[in-house]
Structures are given as structure tokens and as C-alpha cells.
């Protein structure tokens, strides 16, 4: 049964739909503390619909899924609202934070495993956090099982230089959307699309895909957004 007190955060922060839930959380100030999983069994039972991270614990409910999360954080404390009150803008922050976690995902994940150089890092990592008897099938089935998923998904068929070029070509109309700033639409609060954006830039900058971080250093509109967005998580 979950503890009706206390906000808990299933999840690891380098999971980018994890992070996209710790700065919804900061962002409205909710005390919680963070969970992170140790087995795979410990997904299971968190969120036992897809197995997933992240979870929360919130008035006594498990909830899973980062969008469903942040609906009920919206719910459960409104103010700041993660929605504008604009019927239109707030459809546009809707798409952009289902087409940051649908399709930005996948170019990190892409980044990670199908050019060479970083699947073995992505590999070592994922390793290391697996449980130690489990590490030696990790090891050999966890590249197998990602690089198709992402090739079935459709960025794991790009070459590294198209997969680049694309990225680069969708963060440039991020920027578009930002517009005057500081968040997207020119909104002086960050949204529900501020959030995943985040969550999947944070995941891009990463030591394990260079390509990722110098794609992202190319729009310093962003990074200074997820500054920004820094400051107000703290």
C-alpha cells in the first residue's frame, strides 16, 4: 500500500522521463524523496502496468507514465500550473512534450546505440546498474534488444551523419517555439513542454553520445532555456 504522507519518485535521473518528473516536482515546490531502482523486480512492482520508471506515490495512489504523472502534480497542487490558461497554447505545449518523449527520445537513444563508439559506453552503463548476477545476460542481450528496437522504431535505420543533420533540424524549430522566451510560446513559465524537452536534452548532453552534446551546444536558445529551468528546480 502506498504511504498517503509522502511523495515518492520512482525512477532514476538519468532516465529522461524521470528527470522530466524531479523538475515538475521541484518546480512546484512538492518535499519527495527519490527512489531508484536496484532490480529489475523493483520496476515490476512500482509500476506494474508497464514495468517502467518513472512511478510516483501520491495521495496514496502508484502512478506511472511522466505524462500522466505530471497531470495528477497539476491536479494535486495547481499553482504553478504546467498548462497555460490559452486553450491554443496549451494544445501546442500538449504536442510539443508527447513529441519530445515519442520521437526526440528515439534520436538519443539512436545516438546511443548504433554508432559504435557509444553503444560501448551506453553498455558499460547499463552494466553497471544491472544487478550482479544478471550482468553477464545483460551485457550480451541489452544491445541486441535496444538496437532493434530503435531500428524497428525507424532512427536506428539512419546513418550517424542523416541522424545528426535531422536532430539538428529539430532543434532548430524548437528554437522557433521558444520565440521571444524565456520558455516556449514566450511564456515567463516553463510548461509541460519546457519539462520533457528538458528531460530529452538532458538525456542528449550526455559524455556517453558527443555527438548529442555538440548538436544541442548548436542552439544556445535551449541551453539557456534549461538554465533557466535550472534555476527555477534548484
Known amino acids: 500500500m502506498a504511504d498517503q504522507h509522502k511523495i515518492v519518485l520512482h525512477g532514476s535521473r538519468r532516465s529522461p522521463f524521470v528527470e522530466k518528473v524531479y523538475r515538475g516536482l521541484m518546480l512546484k515546490r512538492l518535499p519527495f524523496e527519490l527512489h531508484e531502482p536496484h532490480t529489475?523486480?523493483?520496476?515490476?512492482?512500482?509500476?506494474?502496468?508497464?514495468?517502467?520508471?518513472?512511478?510516483?506515490?501520491?495521495?496514496?495512489?502508484?502512478?506511472f507514465d511522466s505524462t500522466f504523472i505530471l497531470r495528477a502534480l497539476d491536479a494535486h497542487q495547481p499553482s504553478p500550473p504546467l498548462l497555460s490558461a490559452d486553450?491554443?497554447?496549451?494544445?501546442?505545449?500538449?504536442?510539443?512534450?508527447?513529441?519530445a518523449d515519442e520521437s526526440l527520445y528515439w534520436y538519443g537513444l539512436a545516438l546511443r546505440w548504433t554508432?559504435?563508439?557509444n553503444a560501448k559506453r551506453a553498455l558499460q552503463a547499463f552494466v553497471s546498474v544491472a544487478p550482479r548476477l544478471l550482468r553477464p545476460l545483460v551485457k550480451l542481450m541489452a544491445p541486441r534488444l535496444m538496437r532493434s528496437q530503435i531500428r524497428?522504431?525507424?532512427?536506428?535505420?539512419?546513418?550517424?551523419?542523416?541522424?545528426?543533420?535531422?536532430?539538428?533540424g529539430h532543434l532548430a524549430a524548437l528554437v522557433k517555439m521558444i520565440?521571444?522566451?524565456p520558455f516556449f510560446f514566450g511564456l515567463d513559465q516553463p510548461s509541460v513542454a519546457d519539462l520533457a524537452v528538458y528531460?530529452?536534452?538532458?538525456f542528449l548532453y550526455d559524455k556517453a553520445t558527443p555527438e548529442g552534446q555538440a548538436t544541442v551546444e548548436n542552439h544556445p536558445a535551449l541551453t539557456e532555456l534549461c538554465l533557466r529551468l535550472d534555476v527555477m528546480t534548484d
Open 179 to 181: 520565440g521571444r522566451g
Open 40 to 63: 529489475f523486480q523493483d520496476l515490476r512492482r512500482h509500476n506494474p502496468t508497464t514495468g517502467k520508471m518513472p512511478a510516483l506515490e501520491l495521495d496514496g495512489q502508484l502512478l
Open 115 to 117: 554508432i559504435p563508439a
Open 152 to 168: 524497428a522504431q525507424g532512427t536506428g535505420r539512419l546513418p550517424a551523419d542523416l541522424l545528426v543533420r535531422e536532430l539538428d
Open 199 to 202: 528531460g530529452q536534452l538532458f
Open 87 to 99: 486553450p491554443l497554447i496549451a494544445a501546442q505545449q500538449r504536442l510539443i512534450e508527447d513529441w
